[in-house]
Structures are given as structure tokens and as C-alpha cells.
């Protein structure tokens, strides 16, 4: 639709200007040729020359018994209708008051018309900003005062500590006295910092839907243009409506998009964002106080931000909105699953359980897509079942009921994954076995999850290497199988992960002895192409590969010694993988020890997929090597 009407902007307004042009250059020349003398309009009219004549006030018309027309004026107080009457010449007479309007919209409109369009046309160039095509450097703010889809502090989970900071900012404008007594002061600036999708921006919703104040938000990007100085004059002007409805509370999201250091990247930085960050800094904090302003702020990359915006005085609260731990996903999923009608059967903990690592915005996106599920199917309402295949949908992928599998390819892929689990249930640190599974997922053929007990806050030195063993496993599994030159490319995955998570560990954390207890990730990257990295040596490369490959050798031999020692039950859960295509981590217990699965137990048919994924709620710095997704490449 945007589209048409700007290709149709552009053909009315070629045309415009090719009829004006035509019309200009038309009438000039055509004037020129019709001039006559009115000597020469005298002779002809008494030769018999003439067949009519057009009065137009001074101006008169002529046209010639040849066809031929021309124009001549006739000087102040001649009287010549009588002679031309004489003449038999026929006389027509413009009314005076009709000839001037005409012409002087003739004369006017076209110009009137290119003022427009320009004006429209600069318009559309500043995007449509306030003020029209002078609103260049007028503030975006947006002041919201809707009463549509309010967002109270009852609509946030999972997140307290930072809700009772802001509650404190919102109390604070409420009943300020309470704290002024005291000699407290209002704060500034709060700064809500946290990975993506934990909710910063609906905590400021919900500050809004509290505090009871105007509430101003804008977007980081909407100060800076292409012009210098045009995103500190959006800055002032922001300000300027700020104190007129003070007080009042701004939110900027996405503040890193104009709030990066100064003085740096190549070039030296950007003029026009360092301009708007200084004036920023004026505002928040100069000579001339803001009183009853507080701005409320939104970023996930606090390490980019200039540090003169972190002082006390203009973000003096710096909040941490975490990912949320299993008592808060409880929550949140309270809070979505209110918008849907859940089944007896669902049990939220249980969900939240299985869930470790989703922020708010991927618990939404999880009841969003059960709730999808259960109406593809016509259900009333949404079941455990729904969840449990939404979840797996979101944590590995869709099925791919398409892809056609060999026989040979689904025994390899049973019996790498039969590896995975095997040893995963005889590594005591290791997560507990969720779920095992041959059926292809996203970009995996079979998968294995292992979900933990408890939120993760680190790793132990100990518990790394399990991982490493249980990564190593599958590759383990495909070589007892199938010997040396039958091992395929699946474990391609499992080696990246295995070496991620092996170089952290000698890298980062200080778990490698003989490399000591120096960080070396950033002369790591460095190497990569970071220019951060500072340089080491070629013996000290040398060497943290050695290690990395030591912790790798390691856990592969121990995944192949439990491979070996548990050789019945390793084929057992192969096999059983064949039959069922999924099993969960009770079944895969039973299938091990011999027993049968009955009929209605969860078999392939059921569709549940499974994964090679181990989340922990809370990652340690490098994330990587923590878990995730653990795609083998088709063979």
C-alpha cells in the first residue's frame, strides 16, 4: 500500500511539472508569434483582413479570414467596436471581473502547487516528525496516557529485587514527603540492564501504570541523524516537555545506541551520537537541576555504555534483571498461563523445572506456542502434553516429519545418542537425562537432553570434565560399533562443544595446572581477529592446546570405558531407541534394565522429541560451553 501511494506521488508529480513546463514553454512562444502592431490590425481590419475580434479589456484578440490568430492591444481610450462593426467584422467582449480572477489563478496556482509538493516532499524526508518539515529537531518522546492495556507491577514476575527498586522510585513520586523529611533525595536515573527478554521494558510499562505521572519513552536510535547536532536539539526539546509535566518519568530503550564511549572505534567515534550523549549528560546532570524528571533507562550491553553516564547523580541505580530462576519461571508462567485455559493436568512447577535458562520472553513464547498446539489439534483447553511438545519444539526445533532416514542412519543415530545417555547416567555430576530421542529436529537427527535439579549458578573443575565426557560420547558409541572408519560426521557438534567448554576451563578458569591461573581468552580472541587480545607466546599457545586436548583425550576414554563396561545396557537403549524413537528418562531406566513398554507408553508415534542439550539456568561467563543445542549434521 506504501508503496503505490509513493509511486503514484512520483508519476502525479512528473506530470505536474511536464504540463507546467509545456504550458510556460508553450505559451511564450506562442504569444511571441501572435503579436501585432494595432497599425498593422488598423490596415488589415479596413483591407477586410479580419473575421473576428476578441475584446479583453486593453488586450484584443484577432482572428484572420486565413485562420491565422493574433494579439495586439489597443491604446487607452480608442474606441474601435464601431469601426469593426463597419467593417462586418464580428466582435465578441471578455467580461473584465471573471478575465482578472482567471488570470491571476492561472498566473499563481502552479507555484502554489510546487510550494506544496516541496513542502510535502521535506516532509516525507524527516520522516513525518512533529512540527511537519520544521520539526526536524523536535523531540520523538511518545507521552503515553492510555488506559488501554495497562501494565501494573501484579502483570511482572520473577524478577522482585528489581521490582522493589522501582516500586521505591514510584513511592517516591507518590508521596515524596516521606522521604524528604529525611533529606532524601529524588533519584536521578535508573538503569535497567539484563540480558534480552527478561522484562526491562515491561518493568517501565509498569512504572507507568503505577506511578500515575506523565510518562515519556523513546527509543535510543530516534535521537541520532545523519545531521550533527539534530539528535542533541531532539535531547533539549525532550527535556524542555519533561519539565513542563514534571513530575515525570522518561524511559529510553535501547540506551547503548546513543550512551556508547566516547573517543572510540575507528575515526575516533561519531560526532553527531557524541554530541546528543554530552547534551544528555548536561540535562541529567549540569548547572540547571531537572527536578521531578527521573529517567528511566533500558540496555543489555552495559560494558559499551560511557562511564560518566554510571556516576551517581544521573543513573544513580544501576538494577540487574537477571534471567529468572526456577521460583520465578513458576511465576511468570502463572502470569501467561492466566491468558489461556490450562488443563487439570498441567503442572506449572513441574515446567518451570524443564525450563532452565528461558527468560520471560521465551516462557511467554512457550505458552504461546502450547496454547497453538492445542488448538491445531481442536482441544478446549491446554494440557500438559501441549507443554511438554511446545517445549520441545522451542528448545530443539520442529520435527521434520519430511526428512527420510535410511535404516542404517537411524541405527547410527540410535546408537550415538544411546552413548550420550548412557554415559551421561553413569557421570554422577552430570545433569539428569530429561530425554533421548532419533526423531530430527531443527538441524539434528537425534538428540539426548539432560535438564538439572536445581538452578546452576557455576561449574566445578570436576563436573566439567564429565560434560566433556558425556560430549565425547556419542563419537565414543559410533567407533565401538562400528570401528575407526565407520565413525560418521555426526559428532561434529559434540567436538565443538567438547572443545568450547575444555578451552574455558583451561582459558578462563584456571582449571588447567600446568597453564596456571591466567586468563587467556582475550589473547584468544585476539588471535581470532579481536584486536583486543594482547599477544603471548608460541609456547604458551602451545601449550593451553595441549591442555585442551589433554581434557578432551580424557573424557573421550572415559565415555569409551563406560561404553564398554556398560556394553549390555549401551545396546540395550540402542535398540530400544530403534523400537521407540523417544523415550523419557524413566523409560530409558526401564528399557535398560529389560522390561517392555506398554502401548500407551510415549513412544515415537506421540511425536515428543528429544535432545543432546544440557541448560543450565544460570550460565557462567562463557556460554558456549554451558549447553544449548547440540545439532549433528547430517551424515
Same mark, same amino acid.
Given at each position: 500500500?506504501? *508503496?503505490a501511494? *509513493?509511486i503514484?506521488?512520483?508519476?502525479?508529480?512528473?506530470?505536474l511539472?511536464?504540463a507546467l513546463?509545456?504550458?510556460?514553454? $508553450?505559451?511564450? !512562444?506562442?504569444s /511571441?508569434?501572435? *503579436?501585432?502592431?494595432?497599425s498593422d490590425?488598423?490596415?488589415?481590419? =479596413?483591407e477586410?483582413?479580419?473575421?473576428?475580434?476578441?475584446?479583453?479589456?486593453e488586450r484584443?484578440?484577432?482572428?484572420?479570414?486565413?485562420?491565422n490568430?493574433?494579439? !495586439?492591444v489597443? %491604446?487607452?481610450?480608442?474606441?474601435?467596436?464601431?469601426?469593426?462593426?463597419?467593417?462586418?467584422?464580428?466582435v465578441?467582449?471578455?467580461?473584465?471581473?471573471?478575465?482578472?480572477?482567471?488570470?491571476?489563478?492561472?498566473?499563481?496556482?502552479p507555484?502554489l502547487?510546487l510550494i506544496g509538493?516541496w513542502?510535502f516532499f521535506?516532509n516525507?524526508?524527516?520522516?513525518g516528525?512533529k512540527?511537519g518539515?520544521?520539526?526536524?529537531?523536535k523531540?520523538?518522546?511518545?507521552?503515553?496516557?492510555?488506559?488501554?492495556?495497562?501494565?501494573?507491577?501484579?502483570?511482572?514476575a520473577?524478577?522482585?529485587?528489581?521490582?522493589?527498586?522501582l516500586?521505591?522510585?514510584?513511592e517516591?513520586?507518590?508521596? %515524596?514527603q @516521606?522521604?524528604?523529611?529525611?533529606?532524601g533525595?529524588? %533519584?536521578?536515573?535508573?538503569l535497567?540492564v539484563?540480558?534480552?527478554?527478561t522484562?526491562?521494558?515491561l518493568?517501565a510499562?509498569?512504572?507507568?501504570?503505577?506511578?500515575?505521572v506523565?510518562?515519556?519513552?523513546?527509543?535510543?536510535?530516534?535521537?541520532?541523524?545523519?545531521?550533527?547536532?539534530?539528535?542533541?536539539?531532539?535531547v533539549?526539546d525532550?527535556?524542555?516537555?519533561?519539565?513542563?509535566?514534571?513530575?515525570?518519568?522518561?524511559?529510553?530503550?535501547?540506551i547503548?545506541a546513543?550512551?556508547?564511549?566516547?573517543?572510540?572505534?575507528?575515526g575516533g567515534g561519531?560526532?553527531?551520537r557524541e554530541?546528543?550523549?554530552?547534551?544528555?549528560?548536561?540535562e541529567?546532570?549540569?548547572?540547571?537541576?531537572?527536578e521531578?524528571?527521573?529517567?528511566?533507562?533500558a540496555?543489555?550491553?552495559?560494558?559499551?555504555?560511557?562511564?560518566?553516564l554510571?556516576?551517581?547523580?544521573?543513573?544513580?541505580?544501576?538494577?540487574?534483571?537477571? *534471567?529468572p530462576d526456577?521460583k520465578g519461571?513458576?511465576k511468570?508462567?502463572?502470569?501467561?498461563?492466566?491468558?489461556?485455559p490450562v488443563?487439570?493436568?498441567v503442572?506449572?512447577?513441574?515446567?518451570?523445572?524443564?525450563? %532452565?535458562?528461558f527468560?520471560?520472553?521465551?516462557?511467554?513464547?512457550?505458552?504461546?506456542?502450547?496454547?497453538l498446539?492445542?488448538a491445531?489439534?481442536?482441544?478446549?483447553?491446554?494440557?500438559?502434553?501441549?507443554?511438554e511438545?511446545?517445549? =520441545?519444539?522451542?528448545?530443539?526445533?520442529?520435527?521434520?516429519?519430511?526428512?527420510?532416514l535410511t535404516? =542404517?542412519?537411524?541405527e547410527?543415530? /540410535?546408537y550415538h545418542?544411546?552413548?550420550?545417555?548412557?554415559? $551421561?547416567?553413569n557421570?554422577p555430576?552430570c545433569?539428569?537425562?530429561y530425554?533421548?530421542?532419533?526423531?530430527?529436529?531443527?538441524g539434528?537427527?537425534g538428540?539426548?537432553?539432560?535438564?538439572?535439579?536445581m538452578?546452576?549458578?557455576?561449574m566445578h573443575?570436576?563436573e566439567?570434565?564429565?560434560k566433556i565426557?558425556?560430549?565425547?560420547?556419542?563419537?565414543?558409541?559410533?567407533?565401538i560399533?562400528?570401528g575407526?572408519?565407520?565413525?560418521?560426521?555426526?559428532?561434529?557438534?559434540?567436538?565443538?562443544q567438547?572443545?568450547?567448554?575444555?578451552?574455558?576451563?583451561?582459558m578462563?578458569?584456571?582449571?588447567s =595446572?600446568?597453564?596456571?591461573n591466567?586468563?587467556?581468552a582475550e589473547?584468544h580472541e585476539?588471535?581470532?581477529?579481536?584486536t583486543g587480545g594482547?599477544?603471548?607466546s /608460541?609456547?604458551t599457545?602451545?601449550l593451553?592446546?595441549s591442555e585442551?586436548?589433554r581434557?578432551?583425550?580424557?573424557?573421550?576414554?572415559?565415555?569409551?570405558?563406560?561404553?564398554?563396561?556398560?556394553?549390555?545396557?549401551?545396546?540395550?537403549?540402542?535398540?530400544?531407541?530403534?523400537e521407540?524413537?523417544t523415550?523419557t528418562g524413566?523409560?530409558?531406566?526401564r528399557v535398560?534394565?529389560?522390561?517392555?513398554l506398554?502401548?500407551?507408553?510415549?513412544?515415537?508415534?506421540?511425536g515428543d522429541?528429544g535432545?543432546?542439550?544440557?541448560?543450565?539456568?544460570? @550460565?557462567p561467563?562463557?556460554?558456549?560451553p554451558?549447553?544449548?543445542?547440540e545439532p549433528?549434521p547430517?551424515?
Open positions: 500500500m506504501g *508503496n501511494r *509513493n503514484a506521488f512520483w508519476v502525479v508529480l512528473f506530470l511539472i511536464l513546463f509545456n504550458m510556460f514553454s $508553450g505559451g511564450t !512562444t506562442t /511571441a508569434s501572435r *503579436n501585432l502592431s494595432y490590425f488598423v490596415s488589415r481590419v =479596413d477586410g483582413q479580419v473575421a473576428s475580434v476578441t475584446l479583453d479589456g484584443v484578440l484577432v482572428r484572420g479570414k486565413d485562420g490568430t493574433y494579439a !495586439t489597443k %491604446p487607452e481610450g480608442e474606441e474601435i467596436a464601431t469601426r469593426l462593426i463597419g467593417k462586418g467584422v464580428e465578441r467582449v471578455e467580461p473584465q471581473e471573471q478575465s482578472g480572477f482567471l488570470s491571476l489563478i492561472s498566473l499563481w496556482l507555484f502547487v509538493v513542502i521535506m516525507r524526508m524527516q520522516g516528525g512540527g518539515a520544521m520539526g526536524f529537531g523531540s520523538r518522546a511518545k507521552l503515553l496516557t492510555e488506559k488501554h492495556g495497562r501494565v501494573t507491577f501484579d502483570d511482572v520473577g524478577i522482585d529485587e528489581a521490582k522493589e527498586e516500586e521505591e522510585i514510584v517516591f513520586l507518590r508521596n %515524596p @516521606k522521604f524528604s523529611r529525611l533529606g533525595k529524588i %533519584p536521578k536515573g535508573a535497567l539484563g540480558p534480552p527478554g522484562g526491562k521494558t518493568l510499562r509498569a512504572i507507568a501504570g503505577e506511578a500515575g506523565p510518562f515519556f519513552t523513546i527509543s535510543g536510535s530516534d535521537f541520532v541523524e545523519m545531521f550533527v547536532g539534530v539528535g542533541a536539539s531532539r533539549r525532550m527535556f524542555e516537555q519533561a519539565k513542563k509535566n514534571a513530575p515525570c518519568i522518561v524511559f529510553i530503550d535501547e547503548d546513543v550512551g556508547r564511549a566516547r573517543g572510540v572505534g575507528i561519531n560526532d553527531e554530541q546528543t550523549l554530552n547534551q544528555l549528560l548536561v541529567m546532570d549540569g548547572f540547571e537541576a531537572n521531578g524528571v527521573i529517567i528511566v533507562a540496555t543489555n550491553r552495559k560494558d559499551v555504555l560511557d562511564p560518566a554510571l556516576r551517581p547523580g544521573r543513573f544513580d541505580r544501576q538494577i540487574h534483571v537477571p *534471567n526456577i519461571r513458576e511468570i508462567l502463572t502470569v501467561h498461563a492466566r491468558k489461556v488443563g487439570p493436568d503442572d506449572l512447577r513441574t515446567i518451570a523445572r524443564g525450563t %532452565p535458562g527468560s520471560g520472553a521465551d516462557l511467554m513464547n512457550l505458552v504461546n506456542e502450547a496454547a498446539m492445542a491445531r489439534v481442536g482441544r478446549r483447553f491446554v494440557t500438559m502434553e501441549d507443554f511438545n511446545a517445549k =520441545d519444539k522451542v528448545m530443539m526445533g520442529a520435527q521434520r516429519r519430511s526428512m527420510v535404516q =542404517d542412519q537411524k547410527k543415530t /540410535a545418542e544411546a552413548g550420550h545417555a548412557i554415559v $551421561g547416567m557421570m555430576k545433569d539428569p537425562v530425554k533421548a530421542t532419533i526423531i530430527p529436529r531443527g539434528a537427527l538428540m539426548v537432553v539432560s535438564l538439572p535439579e538452578d546452576r549458578l557455576n573443575k570436576d566439567g570434565k564429565q565426557a558425556m560430549t565425547m560420547a556419542g563419537k565414543a558409541a559410533e567407533i560399533k562400528y575407526e572408519e565407520g565413525v560418521s560426521s555426526g559428532p561434529a557438534g559434540d567436538i565443538q567438547a572443545s568450547s567448554l575444555a578451552r574455558a576451563m583451561v578462563r578458569w584456571g582449571m =595446572d600446568l597453564v596456571g591466567i586468563d587467556y589473547a585476539g588471535y581470532q581477529g579481536n594482547f599477544s603471548v /608460541a609456547e599457545k602451545k593451553i592446546e585442551v586436548k581434557l578432551i583425550d580424557e573424557g573421550y576414554d572415559t565415555a569409551r570405558q563406560v561404553l564398554l563396561d556398560k556394553a549390555e545396557e549401551f545396546e540395550r537403549l540402542a535398540k530400544g531407541l530403534l521407540y524413537e523415550l524413566d523409560e530409558i531406566r535398560i534394565a529389560g522390561e517392555v506398554g502401548g500407551d507408553d510415549n513412544s515415537g508415534s506421540s522429541g535432545s543432546v542439550i544440557s541448560i543450565p539456568k544460570t @550460565k561467563k562463557v556460554a558456549k554451558e549447553g544449548g543445542l549433528e547430517m551424515a
